[in-house]
């Protein structure tokens, strides 16, 4: 469960599974670059690996992980410290996710909209889908510029039988002491993606 300074169900339902006619479920960077080790990581992040499964075990839907794999040298350096890069093990899927792997795409930057996987998904096989589910990290980052670059998506095309849900108990960002409140980060994200007509819920039970 996300860290905030109030609790997710007063401002977020909760839903139910046989509301979803036809969900897909991406899982936005649980590596160990964000989770376990790494300039960037935080280990409290690794307290939504076991809503993440629980999920995946309840939806029994199609998971997709993504996982931020960079070359040494790439632009994005430029703005944060040196991480996840290829190799490096950083870039792995957490131990405790593995097993339910049976997709993955790789992402070079902070937004998996742009992702060539992701792309490809979008040309040929986004039409078998109703509900794009989102868990992961960052909440505030990778997570929030998904979200709102595939919202945009969806409106330019007009394809109001799709929807994006993100799940606020799956979802978690990184803290840093007067740099990068977690708590602050977290509500801003989520009220951000509600105000931009993402649906936010607390959590999706059977």
């Given at each position: 469960?996300?860290?905030?300074?109030?609790?997710?169900?007063?401002l977020?339902?909760?839903?139910?599974?046989?509301?979803?006619?036809?969900?897909v479920h991406?899982?936005i960077?649980?590596?160990?670059?964000?989770?376990?080790e790494?300039?960037?990581?935080?280990?409290?992040?690794?307290a939504?690996?076991?809503?993440?499964?629980?999920?995946i075990d309840?939806?029994?839907?199609r998971?997709?992980?993504?996982?931020?794999?960079h070359?040494?040298?790439?632009?994005?350096?430029?703005?944060?410290?040196?991480?996840?890069?290829?190799?490096?093990?950083?870039?792995?899927?957490?131990?405790?996710?593995t097993?339910?792997?049976?997709?993955?795409?790789?992402?070079?930057?902070?937004?998996?909209?742009?992702?060539?996987?992701?792309q490809?998904f979008?040309?040929?096989?986004?039409?078998?889908?109703k509900?794009?589910?989102?868990?992961?990290?960052?909440?505030?980052?990778?997570?929030?510029?998904f979200a709102?670059?595939l919202?945009?998506?969806?409106?330019?095309?007009?394809?109001?039988?799709?929807?994006i849900?993100v799940?606020?108990d799956c979802?978690?960002?990184?803290?840093?002491?007067?740099?990068?409140d977690?708590?602050?980060?977290?509500?801003?994200?989520?009220?951000?993606m509600k105000?931009n007509?993402i649906?936010?819920?607390?959590?999706?039970e059977?």
């Amino acid at each position: 469960m996300c860290r905030l300074a109030f609790e997710a169900n007063e401002l977020y339902p909760s839903i139910k599974k046989d509301q979803l006619q036809h969900p897909v479920h991406f899982v936005i960077d649980m590596v160990n670059g964000f989770v376990k080790e790494g300039a960037l990581h935080d280990e409290a992040i690794g307290a939504v690996i076991d809503p993440i499964k629980m999920l995946i075990d309840r939806l029994q839907c199609r998971t997709i992980f993504v996982a931020d794999s960079h070359p040494p040298q790439t632009r994005e350096f430029l703005s944060y410290p040196i991480h996840c890069v290829i190799g490096s093990g950083e870039d792995q899927i957490v131990d405790e996710l593995t097993p339910y792997i049976h997709q993955l795409m790789r992402k070079n930057c902070t937004n998996t909209f742009f992702c060539p996987d992701f792309q490809a998904f979008l040309k040929d096989e986004i039409d078998s889908y109703k509900e794009i589910i989102l868990t992961g990290c960052c909440s505030d980052i990778c997570v929030l510029q998904f979200a709102l670059t595939l919202n945009a998506w969806l409106n330019e095309h007009n394809r109001s039988e799709q929807r994006i849900i993100v799940v606020s108990d799956c979802v978690e960002t990184y803290h840093i002491d007067h740099v990068h409140d977690a708590q602050v980060m977290n509500a801003f994200a989520l009220e951000m993606m509600k105000g931009n007509g993402i649906e936010v819920v607390c959590s999706i039970e059977d």
